[in-house]
């Protein structure tokens, strides 16, 4: 299905309708965001796998205190 997507002609007209859409301006300003974007997501990705691990090998040594779910607050008008 997606066999011929990534094709260098389908590449150029999708790089051409992002530029009319948004405009030379615009396009290195989304390009780094999408880049910050996806750089944040693999260091979290990163750390959650590592601090994942040490939390798995701590919990069989300490017991965790739970807290009960909060109240949900009063609006300040009785029905």
Avoid: Y
């Avoid at 790089?15 to 944040?40: H, T």
């Avoid at 691990?53 to 807290?67: I, L, M, Q, V």
């Amino acid at each position: 299905m997606f066999e011929g997507l990534f094709q260098p002609m389908h590449l150029l007209v999708i790089l051409g309708i992002a530029l009319l859409v948004f405009g030379p301006k615009k396009l290195p300003e989304l390009g780094k965001g999408l880049g910050e974007s996806i750089r944040g997501f693999k260091d979290a990705l990163s750390s959650g796998a590592s601090s994942t691990t040490n939390t798995n090998s701590n919990s069989n040594s300490t017991t965790t205190e739970t807290k009960p779910p909060a109240s949900p607050p009063n609006s300040g008008s009785a029905s």
